[in-house]
């Protein structure tokens, strides 16, 4: 559903040729770990989850344009990410970060399920770089954002 499951798997392969120490290392004081990176993700999800729970709940109905979100992998465009998703060390191992993506990833399908495509695509909220976004972009989002954070931990593993 919305690429989800294949990205998801993409990065769960990656992260099984890593060690928790390897996961541990930062490349540079100012970047991030690959179990920071991790944790990164679970925190973008979770929040991408609630939004999307007040959207449904609260939101007017709204039509947002369709947006090229296959350019979120393009790493030459960087974009800070806001405090929230900030890691601030909460998994200290692989098996942490597996179980975290885990309940979001369940908390996500179960938020989306029985959802009607009107629902989802008659409401939105902003993304920093793409401006409004309907719901459903926002669901498809997230397996294009791990893809970006991906590459991140790819490069992250080659320096360290």
Known sequence: MYGLEEKRKQ???????????EAL?????????????L???????????????KAIKNGDQQQAKLKPLNRTTNRDYKVEAPEAVQPKGEFQSLDDARDGLA???????????????????NRVFPHPAFGEMNLEQWIE???????RHLDQMKEVKESI
């Not at 990065?11 to 120490?21: K, P, W």
């Not at 369940?106 to 495509?117: P, R, S, V």
């Not at 989002?141 to 893809?147: M, N, P, V, Y």
């Open 141 to 147: 989002f997230i397996g294009w954002h791990e893809l």
């Open 25 to 37: 290392k930062k490349p540079e004081e100012d970047r991030w770990s690959i179990l920071e990176v």
């Open 103 to 121: 309940k979001t990833r369940e908390a996500t399908l179960f938020l989306i399920h029985n959802k009607d495509e009107e629902t989802l695509q």
């Open 11 to 21: 990065v769960l392969d990656f992260i099984e040729g890593v060690s928790d120490q």
């Open 39 to 53: 944790e990164h993700l679970y925190l973008m999800e979770q929040l991408v989850v609630y939004q999307i729970n």
